[in-house]
């Protein structure tokens, strides 16, 4: 009963959930984005390092 | 007409002279093109015209919104304008030239832009009473509405002059233009349309057309600053 | 006295301190976000005028307060990054910008969802929305500015120096948006009808508050990082470091 009136949100569901639910998928995003734009950048550097050991040998 | 470059053959000018033969040349120049002088003024009625065969020919309608019409029809004929202040200098190096003439290159560009303005900016106020009238604007709000086109235009050929000078030499320069300048031209949007509706409404404009003066003054003494830097960036 | 501001200007310092905070940072944003949430939805008490749907006020003014708070970062790192030409400044200001922007893209929506059961319109423009839509432009012509140019070091500049125009524009923004707002308070009063915030309301707010400023920093660490490595990709120090 709580629950179901909890998840109700007094009849402003659909628009509080949604709400949350974007908010989490934007902080996830930010997490997700930051981490692949700093793996982007190292495999950059590791290739240009393993580029440049290659033509010293 | 060829200028030497400032500064040859030992003759050396003070700064305010050689922003007069900047104003000079400038003008000059622009009179010579005066289709590149019209296009820029057309644009400015066509799209006026757009708006009328786009909502509805009733005069009453357009009055109550030809202060909006009015204004984002100038911000766009101007920021049209804008892309050519530093990018024929630009594209034969004679800014290069300027930048290592070893004179004032703030003084430059305040000569340049000054000189813009008069030829794009106040020539959009002189052509303003025809788009009024266009607009169903009467009579009595004439001198309200280009005083503060006078001012508006002066302030936006100087966020043009920021945005003209980091988008120099860029592809695509002229978008990135329009993208960088609107959202800092919204203001001058607000304070500029409000003293056209009050001077139609036949109220007081005066409020307006302070803060519509503030602003200029604000941006004329801090945007040459901007752009001078923004040139010196992007010419580095 | 000053060493450890100097040190900041460092790139192999900057990017092993990020590299520590980050987790510390998102760890307490968690912690301060879950206490938030669960006191937010579940024990506060519904407003009484708007019910339910003032919660979502939780997500909405704290998303507000970062993008805010991330342009101003963004305009001071720029300044640094222009006046002292330290590369760092420029690092931060370009990590800054895509997480402000996303914060602001989340403010607007959030707004937009508030406001259809308030005003009962998916958009009006009030003044704060309508001030938060122009600092999303400024967002994008920042990036987009930074983007346009082929010589990173020129972006970088060119881009500061936008956004430090902006930074000052945006008082300038926000007064005149609320003075055209005032002008036609028409029949319909569209101001954020800010619920009264009792004490019991308030803590999940200031918990998500400062939740949403925690995590910004972690993000801001995480992607600082890698801004950091793409400046320094020819420098010594970034072959050892790439390596751990």
């Known amino acids: 009963m709580r629950a179901a009136a909890f998840f109700a949100m007094g009849g402003y569901a659909r628009y509080v959930w949604p709400c949350f639910g974007l908010a989490a998928s934007i902080l996830l995003w930010n997490v997700w984005s930051a981490r692949r734009h700093h793996a982007q950048a190292r495999m950059r550097v590791l290739r240009a390092v393993a580029m440049a050991g290659s033509e010293q040998s | 007409m060829q200028y030497p470059a400032l500064g040859t053959r030992g003759v050396s000018v003070g700064t305010g002279t050689a922003m007069a033969l900047i104003l000079r040349r400038e003008l000059t120049l622009s009179l010579r093109r005066p289709d590149q002088l019209l296009q820029p003024l057309v644009f400015f009625l066509i799209v006026t015209t757009l708006f009328p065969l786009g909502l509805s020919p009733e005069l009453a309608l357009l009055r109550a919104m030809a202060p909006g019409i009015l204004w984002v029809a100038a911000l766009l004929a101007s920021l049209l304008a804008m892309e050519g202040l530093f990018k024929s200098d630009a594209d034969d190096g ?11 290159l703030g003084g430059i560009v305040i000569a340049k832009t000054f000189a813009h303005w008069l030829v794009s900016g106040a020539a959009l106020v002189l052509v303003s009473p025809l ?15 280009m005083l503060s086109l006078a001012l508006g235009t002066l302030t936006l050929s100087w966020l043009g002059a920021i945005g003209a000078g980091l988008t120099v030499g860029l592809r695509r320069g002229s978008v990135l233009l329009s993208l960088i300048v609107l959202p800092l031209a919204m203001p001058l949007l607000i304070f500029g349309a409000n003293a ?41 | 006295m000053w060493t450890w501001f100097y040190r900041l200007a460092s790139p192999p310092y900057v990017y092993r301190l990020a590299a520590a905070f980050a987790p510390w940072l998102l760890g307490l944003a968690v912690l301060a976000m879950l206490y938030g949430l669960i006191d937010g939805l579940v024990f506060a008490p519904p407003d009484y005028q708007q019910g339910d749907a003032f919660r979502m006020a939780y997500v909405h003014v704290p998303a507000a307060t970062v993008s805010v708070m991330a342009y101003t970062l963004m305009a001071v790192a720029s300044g640094i990054g222009l006046i002292w030409r330290i590369k760092v400044g420029h690092a931060v200001a370009a990590a800054a910008a895509p997480i402000g922007a996303s914060f602001t893209v989340l403010t607007l929506v959030t707004g937009s969802l508030w406001g259809r059961p308030m005003w009962g319109t998916y958009w009006a423009w009030d003044p704060r929305l309508t001030s938060e ?32 125009v902006g930074f000052v524009d945006v008082p300038i923004i926000h007064f005149s948006v609320q003075w055209w707002n005032s002008l036609h308070q028409g029949a319909t009063v569209l101001k954020f009808a800010k619920p009264s915030m009792a004490p019991v309301m308030l803590w999940p707010l200031l918990a998500m508050l400062l ?32 390596k751990a």
Do not use: H, K
Not at chain 2, 208 to 221: E, I, K, N
Not at chain 3, 141 to 164: C, H, K, Q, W, Y
């Open chain 2, 94 to 104: 004679t800014l290069e030239q300027l930048a290592l003439s070893g004179q004032s």
């Open chain 2, 131 to 145: 788009v009024a009238t266009a607009l169903a604007i009467p009579l009595e709000a004439f001198p309200t509405m």
């Open chain 2, 196 to 236: 056209t509706d009050r001077a139609i409404g036949g109220d007081d404009a005066s409020g307006g057309l302070y803060f519509l003066a503030a602003l200029c003054v604000f941006t004329c003494t801090l945007a040459p600053l901007a752009a001078t830097a923004a040139l010196r960036i992007t010419l580095e």
């Open chain 3, 133 to 164: 839509l122009i600092l999303l432009f400024l967002y994008f012509g920042v990036m987009s500015l930074r983007a346009a140019f082929e010589d990173p070091t020129r972006g970088d500049r060119a881009a500061a120096l936008l956004a430090v």
């Open chain 3, 211 to 242: 939740g949403f400023t925690l995590f910004f920093g972690a993000v801001l660490c995480m992607r600082l990082r890698g801004e950091v490595l793409n400046r320094e990709r020819q420098a010594n120090w970034v072959r050892e470091a790439v």
